[in-house]
């Protein structure tokens, strides 16, 4: 077990260093860089109010005219000690944009995490031991949740509670150090947005897992033998069934990233994903790839946290 | 060394690697010697982890012997290349244990009999296809299967299916990996009596590997019996299994239940433990 | 390697009837055609064929040109002249629509495209070349799961200047690893099929063996992979336009296209219907077609081709005639038992018209085939009847309770203290997150009570009992660290656990080595007489029989076709189904010469006659054997249903 959380470990420290020096090795082959988006967003002029020479300038100071390996290594060294460099767009600090706009990210995606997970596993498991009509249902919505886009499902809901109904607020979000009932408020729509559309696949996917175990051999034995029902299913079965239910919800909360950048789009939410958004329309490489690295590295750890809760879960991983 | 037989394996030594990089490999088969020659039977009886399918398929080429020869017709054919395999294929073939897995669902018996003689021997559509009604007819199977997927089959009928693909390049020796044991007994009767004919016509080898004794017995001309990859003992069948020298042999013989003892109690009598005295 | 076990009885229920003489040649129809049975698979196909005819033919379908503006009609919602109504520029939704699809449908064909092409090469070939080009796929599979995929996307695209194809493709790539895996891990499967094996041994090129093959094998979960991405890939598309990627407007897009219909949300809310509804629907088609290629290329994959036995309708067996008196002498007493199954013509009695006896102390032994019932008679008397499954008529007498009206809470008190169950797959019968030690202690907690301690030291008596060398050891064991022997002890401790009256024993040494099989009979004898327990032993193994048992009941096709005691039924069986499987054992034959065998094989349920079912197969078939044949009582002690039963005697003696 050790060995294996090393092995992942230095798997993943490389898979750092590649995805940043990837993304670095993509921006610079872009078009048009940075110092071209500075001159033309400064000067406010049509038709590239710059002189070559300013722009030569402007390249030098921003490093850009390094070597490659040079920038990353520069890039790199300074990253290491928590400092992803400075927007040239606008002047910030990367690494306190980034920290600014973590946490409305992080409480979207990890509530709707939690909610669709327990929702989901909740269904399953009542569907997997009642069966019957609920499962179908769970399987018609499961299909139904893939096939809805999720920004557009976000636009029905704000169509209806915020726009028709007037219940909650269409756009915004307010920190819960300002109001917690306000914070509350604000992210009920986006998680609802991200919860329906992921719940019943995940409830289905926990009920195969839950039947799956409920048909094994030693559930038959077990029963035969006098085991109460309420352990077969709670003791024997959810025991069994987590282990790779814990899989999906590692699956679902990366998942929900993703989802996460059209959702704040939509809600105008100050997250990582309209940060990510803005950048790569300003051609802003330091905050792009600090959004990379950031999400890279939660990616990383959420997989970590999966294996080591699946070990434990699973005696024959944490022997051998 | 005298002429050599159909098939001679000498000092075999087959190691599957650890699963891990420190575990020692494990000996599947350590230094084994055995002999087949024409028409002949040798039974390859043992448990499960004694590498008697090993032993098989590295005389098939699907496993690489880390030492030892394997000779066929006196040719060393031990680490034949893939062009030597395609000629080899002509004269060793195979029939497997399950007959689900030894058939693929999504071609027709036809395909699946006629490919071999199309892509190694060449033949046209039409004379394989009469050489394949021809083999199939053999194994008691009608001309219609041809065109049918191994779906539609029964367990047994499969292995006929089996057995006549392994016929279809007519070798001369047919490595038959527990052939039966997937059968039910009345079925196994079929296809037991099915290869003795097939011997007798075609006057095949066999290396007949199998876990039951019995099977084996009734099979077999000699046996050799295995144990974690070493030949224990080996010898006429009827020696071998009902009189054994080694101990291993012993206990597994007398491991297996027989009916004749119940025959012999009287009626309504509980059956005598024949093997008690196995119980140190 | 692995010795025993036949394939038959290893299966999860070891009564599924193997197949039929010949099979009608339904799994013949190609795959497409199946497909076309099913209606929402067609649905699906016919709505996403129509978008991409609508697309396609954009120019010549659409009612107006997508860009014209009419200041007049703006937002004016469905009406005659507009369908689908106007966008706030005024412009007619439906035509905006029509021409949106060509954009979303390339950019989606893109992306599956590539998906499929990355995903298959990769997973091809590291599943069956493995070694190093696996370590080298396994790692890169890692890695690019890890990359947070929609921000590289919005990376691609700034670099490539908002060019969607490259996008897309770019989407395919990121998205083919999970794909891949499952490309890989089917061919991995495939490569340890033994067809494989039998292919290298007739040295079929690498190339035919990977295209004949593997390929045909991977095509189901390829088309149904490719499938749902696409609907995924349309939605991926439709967010980035959303998020003011790729195509810019006037050109109409879906995604687009929800853009403009959220900036007048307040005003026309109705504009966020057709394009939203007909992205989901197209998104929905991909998902429902992928579901039914997985169904219809499972069916026909399938060992048991599900079709098969559809010709013949249900049947059931003829009505069971009332069942007897129960024997008070017996600890159990079953009485016309008929159990009937779901198959895929409906259902079908597979055990019929069952008379069994076992009383205390005694070994009683349950033989035949796979798919006749054996298991399934056991599965009847523990209440454990898989789904569907359900005892028509009949009595199971245990004791003073009838197990057939037995309510749940009885049948619950009454398994594992009075009837209990060992089963064939001793490691498998095991909970694998337990340890032994675990799994025995909440039997003995539920049958005795009592404090841990107690509870434990219980547990090791057992464990003791069961002539476990280092109990404590094995207590701490998980299932995995048992061998097949070893877990079947354990088993054994925990079917002890409640002391029951009667043990079933359902196939226990099937999977075992001959000689652990050996171990274990001799336990069960020894401890069935220190308890005087009696046991039910259900075998194909005439050899087992005759060692441990004094009674058998001979099941073929649903019947008990004979009983009596084993030395007199083996000395001379009065059934021809018996005699016929004794015959057959190559232990009883003689070396080298035909064995006795009997023609053909156990029909399906659905295909049993309606008199004796066995005489298909049977030498001494007449006409009488067409009239359902009763159980006779040819000598005291024995039953037969055979009304040819002294010809079998005659035949013996002469």
Redesign the interface.
Known sequence: MLQLIARRLS??V??IL??SFL?FV??S???GDVAKTILNSGSGQLGGGYTDEQYQELRRALGLDQPLLVQYWDWLSHAIRGDLGVSPVSGVDVTSAISSRLPVTVSLVVLGTVVTAALGIGLGMISAVRGGRLGRVVDVFS??G???????LA??L??LFA??LGMLPATGYVPIDVSPAEWARSLILPIATLSLSATASFAKQTRDSMLDTL????V??????????A?IVF??GL??AA?PVVTLVGLLF?GL??GA??IE??FALPGMGRL??QA??Q?DLPV?QG??VV??L???VT?LAVDLVYGW????VR?S | MTASGLLEIQDLRVEFAGRRRHDAGVLAADGVSLRIDDAETLGLVGESGSGKSTIGNAVLGLVKPAAGRILFRGQDVTHATTRERRRLGQHIQVVFQDPYSSLNPSRTIGQTLGEQLRLVRGLDRRTTRIHVENVLRQVGMPADTMSRYPAEFSGGQRQRIAIARALVMEPDLVICDEPTSALDLSVQAQILNLLLDLQARLGLGYLFISHDIDVVRHMSHRVAVLLHGRVVEQGPAEGVTRHPDHEYTRTLVAAVPSVDVAAEAPPNGRAPHRNEQGEA | MTAVASQDLAAPSSDEPPGGNSRPAVSRTPTWRRLLRRPLAVISLAYLVLLVLAAVFADVVAPYDPADLDLDHVLSGPSAGHLLGTDPLGRDVLSRLIHGGQVSLVNGGVAALTFVMVGVATGLVAGFFGGWTDRVFTWAVDVVIAIPGLIVLLVVLTVFGGNMTVAMAALGILSAPGFARVVRGVTLGVRQELYISAAKVSGLPTRHILLRHVLPRVTGPILVQASLFFGAALLVDAGLAYLGFGVQPPTPTWGGMIIEAASVISQQPWLLVPPGITLALATLSFALLGDAIRDTSAERTGRQSGNARRRSAARRAELPRPAGAPDPAALLSVRGLTVSLPTSGGTADVVADVDLDVRPGETVGLVGESGCGKSITASALLGLLPAGGEIRTGRVQLGDVDLTTAGKSLLRSVRGSRIALISQEPVASLDPVFTAGQQVDELVRRHHGGSRQAVRARTLELLTSVRLRDPESVARRYPHELSGGMAQRVAIAMALAGEPDLLVADEPTTALDVTVQAEILRLLQSIQAERGMAVLLITHDWGVVAQVCQRAYVMYAGHVVESAPVAAMIDQPLHPYSAGLLASMPGRGRPGHHLASIPGTVPAPADWPAGCHFAPRCALATEDCAAPVPLSEPAPGRLSRCVHHDRLIEGATA
Do not use: C, Y
């Open positions: 798997v993943s490389l898979l590649l995805i993304t993509l921006q082959l872009a078009p299909v139904i893939f096939a809805l886009p999720n920004f557009w636009l029905l704000v169509a726009v028709s048909s094994r051999d030693f038959r034995m077990l029963r035969a033998n006098g085991a109460s029902e352990s003791r024997h025991r069994n282990i990366i990233f993703s950048v059209f789009s939509v990510a958004v790569t329309e051609h792009v959004v990379v999400l890279t939660v990616v990383v997989n879960l699973n005696p024959k022997v």
